[in-house]
Structures are given as structure tokens and as C-alpha cells.
T-cell receptor, first 119, second 114 residues
């Protein structure tokens, strides 16, 4: 079963709207979660690393004021796309690493993604 | 600048035959590699991984090969089954300072024909 839940799966909204996407770890506590963005036929691009109780770490070229990340608890991280515009339309996906999992080098568990369409 | 590349966007294989998916990387600091499988409308799911201290890791029908000198890894699926049809992503990470960062290729869509 899914170990990371992402909501909503699909958002269609007008330009200028702010959109919040939630990412929850279901069976474990995740001190670190990750947010990715994927354009069609391109790879998953890491946007930022979300750290529980502290500021997110953003990748180069990602506007932190545009993509607000809040990791307020060990099971929830949120990504808010502020004042979204059509160029923000993309597939956003989160992941979390289970620190107590069976692997010494933990693979990440992914949510099912959010398809964001800005009109 | 993409550090992990999958140059074949698609691959079609007959059921029962071998599927070989390829991946190249540029960063010699990567020392952990993974393959993820993704069905439409779902998130990627972990398939198999390999550490740089190995050159082969096998799990059932799935085998990952790593050639460090060539900065190349491949995923072999044998025998291929129609249920294997999905998009396969390879990913890489390093343990020096960015252990948690995974860099993904653009994916290869595998179609296994019955």
C-alpha cells in the first residue's frame, strides 16, 4: 500500500491563484521530504528539500518566495505555489525517506503526484 | 545540466524476451543508483538499487549492472512480462553532503507486447 500520500491529485485554477499541495508520510515519520517537478518527457527535477522544524533547502534556480514549503510535523510537508501563472503548470511530486526502513541506504517513497494546470 | 541521462525514451519488447534499459551519468561522485518504475497516474515505486562497491545486483527477474568506468548502468528484465509495461527511471545519489538528493533520468517507457 501507499506509504506517502499526496493531495490533491489534480488542480485546475486561474492565473494568480495560490495552490497548496500536501504530502503525508503514512507509516513512518519523515524528518526529510523532497519536492520534485516534472515537465513532459523530462526527468524529475528536485526543487527543494523539506526539513521538519527548519527552513527548506532550495535547489539552484528555484524561487523560494514562489514555492513556499512548510514541514510543520514529522508526517506532513506542504508546497504552496504562490500567485501561480501558466508557466507553473507542471507535475509536482513529493517523496519521503523512511529512516527506519530495511535498507541501509534508504530509497525514497513517492506520492502519486499533483497535476497542476494554470489557465 | 542533466547529470543522469536515459537516452532511449521508449523500448518495445516481446513477452518472454529480455528488456534492457540503459542509463548514463556524468558525476563521478555518485555512489548509489536506483531504478524506479512508474505507472500512469501513480508515483514512482522503488524497484532495485546498487551501491558503487558492486557491479551487479539481482532480485528475481530484475538485475542491475553498474559499469563505473563507463559511468553506465543498465536494468535487465528477464523474462519480460506485459505487467512490466511502465516508465522506468534511473536515479543516482552521492553520500558526500547530498546523500538525500536523488538525480533522475528522464525515463524510458517500456512496452512489453503479449
Amino acid at each position: 500500500g501507499a506509504v506517502v500520500s499526496q493531495h490533491p491529485s489534480r488542480v485546475i485554477c486561474k492565473s494568480g491563484t495560490s495552490v497548496k499541495i500536501e504530502c503525508r508520510s503514512l507509516d513512518f515519520q519523515a524528518t526529510t521530504m523532497f519536492w520534485y517537478r516534472q515537465f513532459p518527457k523530462q526527468s524529475l527535477m528536485l526543487m527543494a528539500t523539506s526539513n521538519e522544524g527548519s527552513k527548506a533547502t532550495y535547489e539552484q534556480g528555484v524561487e523560494k518566495d514562489k514555492f513556499l514549503i512548510n514541514h510543520a510535523s514529522l508526517t506532513l510537508s506542504t508546497l504552496t505555489v504562490t500567485s501561480a501563472h501558466p508557466e507553473d503548470s507542471s507535475f509536482y511530486i513529493c517523496s519521503a525517506r523512511d529512516p527506519m526502513g530495511p535498507y541501509s541506504n534508504q530509497p525514497q517513497h513517492f506520492g502519486d503526484g499533483t497535476r497542476l494546470s494554470i489557465l | 545540466d542533466q547529470q543522469v541521462k536515459q537516452n532511449s525514451p521508449s523500448l518495445s519488447v516481446q513477452e518472454g524476451r529480455i528488456s534492457i534499459l540503459n542509463c548514463d551519468y556524468t558525476n563521478s561522485m555518485f555512489d548509489y543508483f536506483l531504478w524506479y518504475k512508474k505507472y500512469p497516474a501513480e508515483g514512482p515505486t522503488f524497484l532495485i538499487s546498487i551501491s558503487s562497491i558492486k557491479d551487479k545486483n539481482e532480485d528475481g527477474r530484475f538485475t542491475v549492472f553498474l559499469n563505473k568506468s563507463a559511468k553506465h548502468l543498465s536494468l535487465h528484465i528477464v523474462p519480460s512480462q506485459p505487467g512490466d509495461s511502465a516508465v522506468y527511471f534511473c536515479a543516482a545519489s552521492g553520500t558526500r553532503g547530498d546523500f538525500n538528493k536523488f538525480y533522475f533520468g528522464s525515463g524510458t517507457k517500456l512496452n512489453v507486447k503479449p
